[in-house]
């Protein structure tokens, strides 16, 4: 069976400080791979989108990246955090051409 | 631009009571639309896909409607329970080429006993 997993959990960093989300996923192949964005009371924001290694497809401008090294792996980064930056992350994946959407378990990040 | 609208406010109901949840969307012609669940600190989980061509979809105690004349959805919980409390979402893709999905605000259920 497929299972995604995404680190760390829970993270606080200081404004101006790196960023780095890694996501994997395990038990399929050429999945698309999403990074989604949950701030407060708010919406799930797709931030990137990726069909491959190395293809990614940014969904608005914003202070973070994403790059996909591997089949399966997928990273979130950021050279310097906002306040705004706050929020919850989520990397999902779906089978290409597929309808639903798996998602990770999420990391909490809190820029101070 | 394309729009997911859900009830922002928080839908209180009481045990064994049936919960409808609404989602409307604007500027869209989507050929699906899902339903997701949301616990607190966790990830939507997929419940339910409800094509252009069915009204209605049934799950167990779930059931959703889709009207693409009104570009709405509607999501049933029957016989409630507290258990059921998390916030929902629903979710379009963007377009017929794209594996994209858009994702509603989320309307949070409460079910107390």
């Known amino acids: 069976s497929q299972t995604i997993h995404q680190w760390p959990a829970t993270l606080v960093q200081p404004v101006g400080s790196p960023l780095s989300l890694e996501c994997t996923v395990e038990?399929?192949?050429?999945?698309?791979l999403y990074w989604y964005r949950q701030a407060a009371g708010r919406g799930l924001q797709l931030l990137f989108y990726?069909?491959?290694?190395?293809?990614i497809s940014s969904e608005v401008p914003q202070n973070l990246s994403a790059s996909r090294p591997q089949d399966r792996q997928f990273i979130l980064s950021s050279k310097k955090l906002l306040l705004s930056d706050s929020g919850f992350y989520l990397c999902?994946?779906?089978?290409?051409?597929?309808?639903?959407?798996?998602f990770g378990e999420g990391s909490w990040l809190t820029v101070v | 631009s394309q729009k997911i609208e859900q009830n922002s406010e928080a839908l209180n109901i009481q045990e064994g009571k049936t919960a409808t949840l609404t989602c409307n969307y604007t500027?869209?012609?989507?050929?699906?639309l899902q339903w997701y669940r949301q616990d607190p600190g966790r990830g939507p989980v997929f419940l339910l896909l409800?094509?252009?061509?069915?009204k209605e979809k049934r799950k167990e105690r779930l059931k959703v409607t889709f009207d693409t004349t009104l570009k709405q959805s509607l999501f049933h919980i029957t016989a409630s329970q507290p258990a059921d409390s998390a916030t929902y979402l629903c979710?379009?893709?963007?377009?017929?080429?794209?594996?994209?999905?858009?994702f509603g605000t989320g309307t949070r259920l409460q079910v107390f006993p």
């Open positions: 999902a994946w779906s089978i290409r051409g597929g309808n639903t959407i798996y």
């Open positions: 038990g399929t192949s050429n999945p698309n």
């Open positions: 990726s069909v491959g290694i190395g293809q």
């Open positions: 500027n869209y012609s989507p050929a699906y």
């Open positions: 409800i094509r252009e061509n069915e």
């Open positions: 979710a379009l893709k963007r377009s017929y080429n794209t594996d994209k999905l858009i």
